[in-house]
């Protein structure tokens, strides 16, 4: 069965420090992987989209992801965090054969620190 | 411009009342979502349409309904609401299924007294 794993329920660091959130999937082939954002009281937003190609995708707010086929993954890398990038990461695959499906991940909750 | 919007925010039941969420978009999108989400957990699908096909996922309760009367709206019914269906629902559209961002509205956070 597909599945998604962030295996870090609570990460925290302190502001200007790196930061990597990992995310890890089955299937039986290459999905769609995307990392969502939610911050409280709101909705999800997508943060990056893997499709095909470059396996290393830019965000616009500073982070990237990489995809990394052999390991299954595709974690968010982001060199040094502000405050506001307080909030829960989502990592989500959409499956690419038959019906596609979105599965999320459970996922990881960011705390910066002043 | 808001671009998908859920009514009302908060929605407060009774244990065996019906419930129905709204969720309405500005983005002409083909499919509408809705999902579950309890506290500290993934989003779970419940269904979703595309276009006026509707797609159950095979583990929804019954007691989970949705219509869609156009492209704009989508409702999410449950018929006899239970203690363990209080969470925040979110509703969110693709353009099209595969490949696709969803865009999700701020969710409706349902509690059952």
């Known amino acids: 069965a597909q599945s998604v794993t962030q295996p870090d329920i609570h990460i925290t660091v302190s502001e200007g420090a790196s930061l990597e959130l990992r995310c890890n999937y089955s299937?039986?082939?290459?999905?769609?992987l995307f990392w969502y954002v939610q911050s409280p009281g709101q909705g999800l937003q997508l943060l990056l989209k893997y499709f095909s190609g470059d396996t290393l995708v830019q965000g616009i707010t500073g982070g990237e992801a990489e995809f990394k086929r052999r390991q299954s993954s595709y974690n968010l890398r982001k060199p040094s965090v502000h405050w506001s990038d307080a909030a829960e990461y989502f990592c989500a695959v959409e499956t690419t054969s038959g019906t596609y499906k979105y599965i999320f991940g459970t996922g990881t909750r960011l705390k910066v620190l002043a | 411009d808001a671009m998908v919007i859920q009514n009302p925010r908060y929605q407060v039941t009774q244990f065996g009342k019906p419930v129905t969420l709204s969720c309405s978009q500005t983005?002409?999108?083909?499919?509408m979502y809705w999902y579950q989400q309890k506290s500290s957990q993934a989003p779970k699908l419940l269904f979703h349409?595309?276009?006026?096909?509707?797609?159950n996922e095979a583990d929804t309760p019954d007691n989970f309904q949705s219509r869609r009367p156009n492209t704009s709206f989508c409702f999410l019914d449950i018929r006899s609401p239970g203690l363990g269906d209080a969470a925040m629902y979110l509703c969110?559209?693709?353009?099209?299924?595969?490949?696709?961002?969803?865009?999700f509205g701020p969710g409706t956070r349902l509690t059952v007294t």
């Open positions: 969110a559209t693709s353009r099209d299924p595969g490949g696709y961002e969803q865009y």
């Open positions: 299937y039986g082939a290459t999905p769609y």
């Open positions: 983005l002409n999108h083909n499919v």
């Open positions: 349409y595309y276009d006026k096909d509707f797609n």
